[in-house]
């Protein structure tokens, strides 16, 4: 599965940005579809994820009631909808997909958009 996000860029506190994830490849195989963000020097951090049955999402408490994960299954398309956005909700964002194939676990990350937010 093959990953390409878009939506990234500058917005100030309190602003909204909306990231797409366009997947390709064998996207029948994929059971969660997730956010991550890394800041510099950090380890990668899930932010929001969303199961390809029953749409279940999840979060983390830090994004909760600001962010908004969707998925369009006829486009393979991923979303997060940012919200009241804080200067410390700045890093790059990963689009990630995971699932099954042949048989073998696999986890695909996308090439990653900056987002900064302004005080």
């Known amino acids: 599965v093959q990953l390409v996000e878009s939506g990234g860029g500058l917005v100030q506190t309190g602003g909204s940005l909306r990231l797409s994830c366009a997947a390709s490849?064998?996207?029948?195989?994929?059971?969660?579809m997730g956010w991550s963000r890394q800041y510099p020097g950090k380890e990668r951090e899930l932010v929001a994820s969303?199961?390809?049955?029953?749409?279940?999402?999840d979060y983390v408490d830090s994004v909760k009631g600001r962010f908004t994960i969707s998925r369009d299954n006829a486009k393979n398309t991923l979303y997060l909808q940012m919200n009241s956005l804080k200067p410390e909700d700045t890093a790059v964002y990963y689009c990630?997909?995971?699932?099954?194939?042949?048989?073998?676990?696999?986890?695909?990350w996308g090439q990653g958009t900056q987002v900064t937010v302004s005080s």
């Open positions: 990630t997909a995971d699932g099954y194939y042949l048989g073998s676990h696999y986890r695909s």
């Open positions: 490849g064998s996207t029948f195989s994929i059971n969660v």
């Open positions: 969303i199961r390809s049955t029953g749409g279940t999402t």
